[in-house]
DNA sequence: CTGCATCCTGAACGATACTG
DNA sequence: CAGTATCGTTCAGGATGCAG
């Protein structure tokens, strides 16, 4: 279960998986953008490769010019976008 | 939904939630044994009050000699327990 | 027995500058 | 545009010793 917590043990993955729930694929930029300004682009980078390596986003880079990289949620993404729901609903009744 | 995964922030925390479900109950002593020396008792104290202070558990000082002090589980720690099992289940279907 | 005070380490995250 | 490289700060948690 701890396994589980820490695949959102990171300051912004939970608002990642929130973002990219609502749209994918996102370009880095964009996902920077949404952020507006509050998260770096080293700290971002470092938590979609994360992700990414956890099964939770899948990362495409296009040869072009200027560069292009995409992120989408996996279906474990998903999976898991939906059990946060369901924590959030908890903590609506819980926490208020 | 991150203020509600704030109250398991703890490295700590998920296994008080399981032990005093468990039993309730339990003496400081007797938790800090279940760990087996793997959490010192400056931690263990930290995390048991901040605990306390999200209303998850109850502490009980009985004016002893020697000092014996119990903590129990509230309604709440039950309800956030339940959870925890419920995001366990996911891991078992997700990560394996 | 329980827990507070002090000091210390490591990991997470941010700030900034530089690159294909 | 989408990174990488370095450095600095913060903070959870551990080690140890003392106290009621």
Redesign the pocket.
């Known amino acids: 279960m701890t396994n589980t917590l820490d695949l959102v043990?990171?300051?912004?993955?939970p608002a990642l998986l929130y973002y990219l729930a609502e749209e994918s694929p996102r370009?880095?930029?964009?996902?920077?953008r949404l952020f507006g300004?509050?998260?770096?682009?080293?700290?971002?980078?470092?938590?979609?490769?994360?992700m990414e390596h956890d099964g939770l986003v899948t990362?495409v880079?296009?040869a072009e010019?200027?560069?292009?990289?995409?992120?989408s949620l996996t279906d474990k993404g998903y999976s898991l976008r939906a059990l946060m729901e369901q924590i959030y609903q908890w903590g609506e009744q819980h926490v208020g």
């Open positions: 043990r990171g300051k912004w993955k370009r880095f930029g964009t996902l920077l300004g509050l998260v770096t682009q080293h700290t971002l980078t470092q938590q979609l490769r994360e990362r880079v296009y010019v200027p560069p292009r990289v995409e992120y």
